[in-house]
């Protein structure tokens, strides 16, 4: 099964690891991850994504072909399940870790602590699975080479932003190889390093930005949620509607059907509480259940099933926004294996736990079966905690590099956490062959993503699929 990590050691000392790691070079030679060749019965793209698209909500399904359209790096965004495929086809070393599945450089990004304190981190769970950790490398590097296309950057400058990200990756997995356990599990990106960080690698222009942005980040709160997406009505709070990205339960269905998906809504809360930490469980029950409705979220996640829910406690100004979303199989699963879990909303809750440094504390997963009859999962979480996202469209070369030196570092902080680090490390080694593989392989797969897009252009000009910009 593939939540089997090769990250159980009892017994193998760090010199056998390490010649685990090294030996495998002979099957994968590091210079051979810059190959990338389309299967000779590669599936169509557009194939791909409509089989995604299958079981999600019809009327949404347009605004996902929309937002893939606007460019290839949004395209990328969407297509994890396209490159999933692709990557089965690459070189493995053999050692596995807990993958994001899809760890393009907008989903690592600022974020809150239980503690209150601002971290850096992966943010998006939903195709986590155990894999090769090779696969979320390259799906680093190459969102970097295509981000760095749309920034009109050089050959030059956008190998230099990918190799650094890569050899950022290798040098701290080769530092956490020679850590102990714990110093791995507590290791962390705090606002403080992120500082210290954008001092030493970035003008005062991009300086001033990072500073912006996290005081944007400590912002982007449950208070600054609640005033945007709420309004008074009646007397009685609600959430507003926005359509199509956002349709409350009551503009969304009629009647009997309107009562009983709130009635299910309101069970998934309290039956998803015992998958959170008793203390936790207690301060949830403190709220009680509002109004809710459905939201678009993301690009590839847009058809899904997300609802966000609204709580209220000590009053009507102490509130707590909810986020839940259908978790679907991985799109990993097809090459990597089955998840252990049986429910797909703890299998991401699982992975999330593993890869994150910490989490948030309403994280958690339940079961629901459908109006339609059908059984779904779904993973919960709150709204917004301090989240703070990357803006590449306004990166020059020396800023998306040192940001994608902080991606590729926290990357291998997450892997180190499931996966054997010490013989990840011996198969990278201190030299760069690693690196300068995945610069070819980015520039090679970024041609390909441009021609995947190209593939979604011409489906909807020829009608094939309907777009809707929304």
């Not at 969102?143 to 400058?157: K, P």
């Not at 008793?278 to 939201?295: C, I, T, W």
Request: charged share 30%.
């Amino acid at each position: 099964m593939a939540d089997q990590i090769d990250g159980n050691h009892d017994g193998n000392l760090p010199e056998e690891r390490a010649a685990r790691g090294r030996a495998a070079r002979a099957d994968a030679p590091r210079s051979a991850h810059a190959e990338y060749r389309p299967a000779a019965k590669r599936p169509d793209p557009v194939d791909t994504i409509e089989a995604q698209s299958a079981a999600r909500v019809p009327e949404l399904v347009p605004i996902r072909y929309g937002r893939m359209l606007e460019s290839p790096f949004r395209f990328y965004r969407g297509a994890a399940a396209i490159m999933a495929g692709d990557l089965a086809d690459t070189p493995r070393s053999g050692i596995t870790a807990q993958l994001c599945g899809d760890a393009h450089l907008l989903n690592f990004r600022l974020l809150a602590s239980p503690e209150r304190h601002l971290v850096f981190d992966i943010n998006d769970f939903d195709e986590t699975l155990p894999g090769p950790w090779e696969w979320d490398v390259k799906r680093l590097a190459a969102s970097l080479a295509i981000a760095g296309r749309e920034n009109g950057f050089t050959d030059a400058e956008r190998a230099s932003v990918v190799r650094a990200a890569v050899r950022s990756y290798r040098e701290r997995m080769r530092d956490f190889a020679g850590q102990g356990n714990l110093a791995v599990w507590y290791t962390q990106v705090d606002m403080d390093a992120m500082q210290e960080l954008a001092d030493q690698k970035l003008g005062s222009r991009a300086r001033k930005r990072t500073r912006r942005a996290m005081s944007k980040a400590r912002s982007r709160d449950s208070l600054q949620a609640f005033e945007k997406l709420t309004e008074v009505v009646d007397g009685r709070r609600r959430i507003a509607p926005d359509p199509p990205l956002i349709v409350p339960a009551q503009d969304l269905l009629a009647g009997g059907e309107r009562d009983a998906l709130e009635e299910q809504l309101r069970e998934l809360i309290k039956r998803y509480a015992h998958s959170v930490q008793s203390d936790r469980r207690h301060l949830l029950r403190q709220y009680r259940f509002v109004d809710m409705a459905r939201k678009v979220v993301g690009v590839g996640s847009v058809g899904t099933r997300c609802w966000i829910i609204l709580l209220l406690g000590r009053d009507d100004e102490d509130p707590l926004l909810l986020q839940a979303k259908e978790a679907d199989r991985s799109v990993l699963a097809p090459f990597a294996g089955a998840s252990v879990h049986d429910n797909q909303g703890h299998r991401v809750v699982a992975g999330q736990r593993l890869m994150q440094a910490t989490s948030d504390i309403f994280l958690g997963w339940e079961r629901v079966i459908g109006i339609d009859g059908r059984r779904r999962d779904f993973y919960v979480r709150q709204l917004r905690d301090w989240k703070g996202i990357a803006e590449p469209q306004f990166m020059v070369p020396r800023t998306m590099r040192a940001f994608g030196e902080i991606c590729g570092a926290t990357l291998a902080r997450a892997h180190a956490r499931s996966g054997d680090r010490i013989a990840i490390a011996a198969y990278l080694g201190g030299g760069d062959a690693f690196d300068r593989a995945l610069t070819v392989f980015a520039e090679s797969y970024a041609d390909q993503n441009e021609r995947d897009h190209q593939a979604l252009v011409d489906a909807v000009h020829t009608g094939r699929v309907r777009a809707q910009s929304a």
